[in-house]
């Protein structure tokens, strides 16, 4: 009996090992997250004014290390980035040199992460003296602690030992090639390889457009290994996923010092997902970053190819050049260069530092975006992309401009390959918004092919309509923008004392914050003149203002709205009111 139960036990070891390995995806230890509350008593003035912490030694074993402290409260401001250094001893080991945190994409409430690659300590280095300071981590290569050491040690060696009797496959080889149509696309290794079903997705993707690429830097040694990169995608992964509160993964692509391309947020290599990478503009790019810290060092050759490659495809499968500069307008934000509705003048390929206050990706990188944007242009005519196979969808409205609440009143016609009309073809219309395409209406066609729909909104937007086809997945239609004026209205007494006040009164919806009551009185000429313009402020939907005609007359009275980046200009039906003489 004691034989069979250690034959048993045996067994029940094996499988446990085992069952990892049988995997066909590459074994990916369980990632773990810790964080640690540092007090600021201990620190030390340097001659420089900066603050220095004494050593740290973590809870557990970390290979990514970020920071957070009391909003308003951290170190450096600006285009300085965080003003924080860190250093990082390797387990037991030696000291790393001095590393130069980003600034948190939050706008100043803490340091974006680095890779630490298995260390147990670490020191910091501050322009100011922190409060509420706390350090984050994440351990993705299994060495939290010495059970998940021995416990990684077993089950890797199990899968090494099945996965050479089963013949091994090269991360490389179980690459995708994306994009149907594509010729030559580059190999990107997706998300299993990194082990993304340890950092699941909020929600569903977003989709934006790409008319630009920006280039980053993660901030991270740049002595790892290539077996090393997809942990830190992983670590990566899981900091802006779970201490960030972000959907996912903020970046589209990584590319290591190796050349090996990496799928990050999920949603489609070939499909214009929404990033979290380049505040302001993440619905009109994408966002490739270069694992590592190149301030100083510049990115490796391998690197450099893989970029320029990623970029001359991506941007190509979109229908934009790589080469010259395209006009975007800013969305905004703390972290932004430019203010909200700004037009701004962006290279295809750009630095993240051109468009928000950061120094990413490192003046070595920044150096060398020339190099990239070269090697992209000369890639550029190997991606032959064919048009698309599955016919077209059309988009028309009867009317363009509109006052509210009159809808829209859209129509528009599918076909396919052959020209031929779809019938019962799903039809979804969406309307862009800053965080992608929403859709709004949905119907479908008819016998014909063709298809109408209406669709109530309150402000101007650009509009496509979606056909989902039997085969060959969505198309869409060229954009359509719509404008759309307020409502306003106007209330008036017929009949008023001159040289004595009363009451305008008068709505607008949607309601917007400030409109212009205009004053015209009838001349001896028969016509009327403009006699005052007076600013009113709208709240609720409604405004009251008090007026006063000084000349016996009649005058017409008119409410308008100059237009914003929200509604076009408009204005209310004349009103007339005749001020006569006092008794």
Known sequence: MRRLAAVLLAAGLIVWLAAPAL????????????????????????GDGSWRSPVVR???????????????????AGEREAGTRIRIRAAGGRWQRWTLMAADHAGGTGAEPVWAGGADAYQLRMDARPRGLRARFVNATGSATTADRVRTALRRGAHGVLTALAGSTTPLARAQTPAPGSRGA??????????ADQCPPRDAPVYGDVQLGFVHHTVNANSYSPQDSAAIVLSICRYHR????????????????????????????????????AQGYNGVSTGVANIGTFSQAPQTAAGVQATAELLAWKLSLHGAPVGGAVEVTSAGGPSNRFAT????????????????????????????????????????????????????????????????????????????????????????????SASGFVTVGRTTTGADGAWATQVQTQYSRSLRAVARLPEGGPIASPRLDLQVAPRL????PKRVTARRSFTVR??????????????????????????ARIP??????????????????LHRMRVTFTGDGRNRAGRSADAYVRAVRPR
């Not at 590459?26 to 003035?45: D, I």
Request: one cysteine or more; aromatic letters at 6%; a positive charge.
């Open 536 to 553: 009113v402020k709208v709240k609720g939907g409604q405004f009251t203002t008090p007026v006063r005609l000084r000349r016996p007359a």
């Open 58 to 76: 973590a809870p557990k074993r970390f290979d990514l290390v970020g920071l957070q402290w009391r909003g308003g409260s951290g170190p450096g």
């Open 23 to 46: 995997s066909p995806q590459p074994f990916v230890p369980r990632a773990v997250e810790f964080e640690q509350a540092l007090g600021t008593g201990a620190w030390s003035r340097a």
């Open 341 to 432: 509705g700004a037009p701004v003048a962006l290279q295809r390929i750009a630095a993240h530092r051109d468009a928000d206050r950061t120094t990413c990706p490192g003046d070595a990188l920044f150096a060398q975006l020339p190099e990239i944007r070269a090697q992209a242009a000369e890639l550029a005519p190997q991606y032959a992309f064919l048009p698309p196979p599955d016919g077209a969808v059309s988009l028309e409205a009867a009317d363009r401009t509109l006052e509210y609440p009159q809808p829209a009143q859209l129509s528009g016609r599918v076909a396919g390959a052959d020209g031929a009309a779809l019938v019962n073809a799903p039809i979804s219309v969406q309307i862009v």
């Open 186 to 195: 580059p190999q990107i290794l997706p998300r299993t390889e990194w082990g």
């Open 242 to 277: 779970n201490e960030n509160g972000w959907r996912d993964i903020g970046y589209n692509f990584l590319v290591d010092r190796y050349g090996q391309i990496f799928e990050g947020r999920e949603g489609g290599v070939d499909q214009p997902v929404i990033g979290a990478q």
């Open 489 to 492: 209205a106007l209330r008036v």
């Open 506 to 531: 008068g709505s607008m919806s949607p309601r917007r914050s400030r409109v212009t009551l205009v004053v015209a009185h009838k001349g001896s000429d028969d016509r009327m003149h403009t006699v």
